[in-house]
């Protein structure tokens, strides 16, 4: 089985671009993030086309997650226990969302950026994550066997090699190490990164700002991951970033993320 996922900035304007993705890499399930827009604003019938079911949420044209699978949806969760809310009043956002695809579930999620390292809004993301742990943590206690993937946007970037300069983020979000420790807790809550084996060294990123030519120049960050637990990381045979999805007329700001899975 192969899975993917990918942070599409407004799946409306790229709808096209995923479909097409999908078709070339004959994907199965894909985790997309950033959707921007409500439920009743998705287009479903290209995947439906194509053979897909959709699970989407979406409150308005911000975040956004869906699974799209043509090997079942199942047990579809919004959220996860604990999830914390932001705004005033204090309300879920739409940044969470799974569905059990042939046996494993799929979790799509698009991690609060943070902002600022004095920002309001990194309180909310360090918090988000610690609550993303937990759950993710007593899914395994649960049953030790589970098969999880927890993929998508997690605006951290853990190492200094996965951004293109450590020196330009010091004093920015991402990097600094309340949010690199909250991503090693979920690791240390018995998940792997099973990407970055297939994917190795500086200079291998997931996003590049629109801004500033940072995609020609290669300044670029790596902060779209798959995470797996113990019993799905065995099934890894292999793993890429599909940076060629990065180029062109109409290209998001992310590439794909895609992994395969043994039977």
Same mark, same amino acid.
């Given at each position: 089985?192969?899975?993917?996922t990918?942070?599409?900035? #407004?799946?409306? !304007?790229?709808v096209?671009?995923?479909t !097409? ?7 199965? $399930?894909l985790?997309?993030?950033?959707? /921007?827009?409500?439920d009743?604003q998705?287009p479903?019938?290209?995947f ?8 989407h949420?979406?409150?308005?044209q ?10 079942g ?15 005033? =009043?204090v309300?879920a956002?739409?940044?969470a969302?799974?569905a059990v695809?042939?046996g494993?579930r799929?979790? *799509?999620?698009? $991690?609060?950026?943070?902002?600022g390292?004095? &920002? =309001?809004h990194?309180?909310?993301k360090l ?9 993710? +943590?007593?899914w395994l206690?649960?049953?030790?066997? !589970?098969? @999880? ?7 951290i ?5 996965? @951004? ?5 983020y010091l004093?920015? *979000?991402h @990097? *600094?190490?309340?949010?690199r420790?909250?991503?090693?807790a $979920? ?5 792997? &990164?099973v @990407?970055?084996?297939? %994917? ?10 629109? %801004?500033?030519l940072?995609f020609p120049k290669r300044?670029?960050m790596?902060?779209?991951?798959a995470?797996a %637990? ?7 045979e292999h ?5 060629e999805?990065? /180029?062109?007329?109409?290209? #998001?700001d +992310?590439a794909p993320?895609i992994? &395969?899975?043994r039977a």
């Amino acid at each position: 089985m192969r899975i993917a996922t990918w942070n599409v900035n #407004s799946i409306r !304007a790229r709808v096209d671009r995923v479909t !097409a993705f999908l078709e070339r890499h004959d994907v199965d $399930v894909l985790a997309i993030q950033e959707t /921007k827009c409500r439920d009743d604003q998705f287009p479903h019938l290209p995947f439906e086309a194509l053979g897909y079911e959709v699970a989407h949420v979406g409150h308005n044209q911000w975040n956004g997650v869906a699974v799209v699978s043509r090997v079942g949806l199942e047990d579809v969760q919004v959220g996860f226990a604990g999830m914390p809310g932001w705004g005033e =009043p204090v309300a879920a956002e739409a940044r969470a969302l799974s569905a059990v695809c042939r046996g494993v579930r799929i979790v *799509s999620l698009y $991690v609060p950026n943070g902002r600022g390292l004095d &920002d =309001p809004h990194m309180v909310y993301k360090l918090d988000w994550l610690a609550r993303l742990r937990d759950a993710a +943590h007593g899914w395994l206690e649960e049953d030790p066997q !589970a098969q @999880v993937a927890l993929m998508g946007d997690w605006n951290i970037a853990p190492q200094d090699e996965d @951004v293109w300069s450590m020196e330009y983020y010091l004093d920015k *979000s991402h @990097v *600094s190490p309340p949010e690199r420790a909250a991503f090693q807790a $979920v690791l240390d809550a018995g998940y792997t &990164d099973v @990407v970055r084996p297939h %994917t190795p060294g500086p200079g291998t990123y997931t996003y590049w700002d629109y %801004t500033q030519l940072r995609f020609p120049k290669r300044q670029g960050m790596r902060i779209d991951f798959a995470l797996a %637990t113990p019993a799905l990381a065995e099934r890894v045979e292999h793993a890429e970033i599909d940076r060629e999805e990065r /180029k062109g007329k109409g290209a #998001s700001d +992310h590439a794909p993320v895609i992994v &395969d899975l043994r039977a």
